[in-house]
């Protein structure tokens, strides 16, 4: 079974650059989260969807930041302008949610995004 | 939602059972225990998870005292595959979806030969 798939798996860009990172969830799945991982920080949720519906953003950084989910099977992270800081893994999820389960997330490999 | 203690390293000899302690002194009644694994360059992965019953599946099994305070997961026979980070989360789930997972700093598993 496909898992959940990330594109690009790395990414080295200049400040300033957009930068766009890209989802597949789970064929099925109806939540999908977006994680940032840095050795400072650990893994932090940076914005989760329901059903294609933003649920909690509280976690993005700043404007630069946005993330949407046009579809089922598809969501983006972009990054304009980006920042040195911004550099880190962004892992992308997905779970089924409702039907009275309790159900994992499962993630994707990451994207290791390198801003110069 | 309650904070968890976890070592922030362990070894553990290949082929014997290894057992991880989490401490989650302020679990409330309608808190699960989550276990996640990461293993280097990979993205976390799911492992086991409960309530109040102890749980057992393919993978491990968990473990929680009879006050709810504390955890362990145990993976039976550790294989140098299970070399990663293991972390313990504590929440509330709703809708059926573990919604926000908080990692914390986790216990880094060395499986040795």
């Known amino acids: 079974d496909a898992g959940v798939i990330q594109s690009p798996r790395h990414e080295v860009t200049e400040m300033g650059q957009e930068v766009t990172l890209r989802c597949k969830p789970i064929?099925?799945?109806?939540?999908l989260f977006w994680y940032r991982q840095t050795m400072m920080r650990g893994l932090e949720l940076l914005i989760y969807f329901n059903n294609n519906v933003p649920i909690d953003d509280s976690g993005m950084p700043e404007d630069r930041f946005s993330a949407k989910m046009p579809n089922a099977s598809f969501s983006t992270l972009k990054i304009q302008p980006s920042e040195p800081r911004d550099s880190a893994v962004y892992f992308c999820?997905?779970?089924?949610?409702?039907?009275?389960?309790?159900?994992?997330?499962?993630f994707g490999d990451g994207t290791r995004l390198s801003i110069l | 939602d309650a904070k968890t203690t976890q070592p922030p390293s362990m070894d553990c000899a290949e082929g014997r059972a290894a057992n991880l302690p989490c401490n989650h002194s302020?679990?409330?009644?309608?808190?699960?225990v989550y276990w996640y694994r990461q293993i280097h360059s990979q993205g976390p992965q799911y492992i086991i998870h409960?309530?109040?019953n102890n749980e057992t599946n393919e993978m491990a099994s968990l473990i929680i005292t009879e006050d709810r305070k504390s955890s362990t997961l145990i993976l039976p026979h550790a294989t140098l595959r299970d070399t990663a980070v293991y972390y313990c989360?504590?929440?509330?789930?709703?809708?059926?979806?573990?919604?926000?997972?908080?990692f914390g700093k986790g216990t880094k598993l060395s499986v040795k030969p």
């Open positions: 064929s099925g799945h109806n939540s």
């Open positions: 989360i504590v929440r509330v789930h709703y809708g059926g979806s573990q919604g926000n997972l908080i």
């Open positions: 302020t679990i409330s009644g309608n808190e699960y």
């Open positions: 999820a997905s779970s089924l949610a409702g039907g009275g389960g309790n159900q994992p997330q499962h």
């Open positions: 409960g309530l109040k």
